[in-house]
């Protein structure tokens, strides 16, 4: 698996705040949902108040 770097912003209470993250994926597709997944549980976000703006490997 490579290491994607995805980046982007979720909205928080105060407006919004930006994210980078490196994840372990077989591919772009997969980095993006595992990204989704994890910031949903971490901050209890949905995926309309995730916006990932790039994804690179």
Known sequence: ???HTVSGR???RGGWSSFETAVDAPNEDVAEERVY???GSRHRLKRTQ???EE???
């Open 1 to 3: 698996m490579a290491e």
């Open 10 to 12: 979720f909205q928080t």
């Open 37 to 39: 997944a994890t910031l």
């Open 50 to 52: 995730i916006e990932i």
């Open 55 to 57: 994804v690179s490997a």
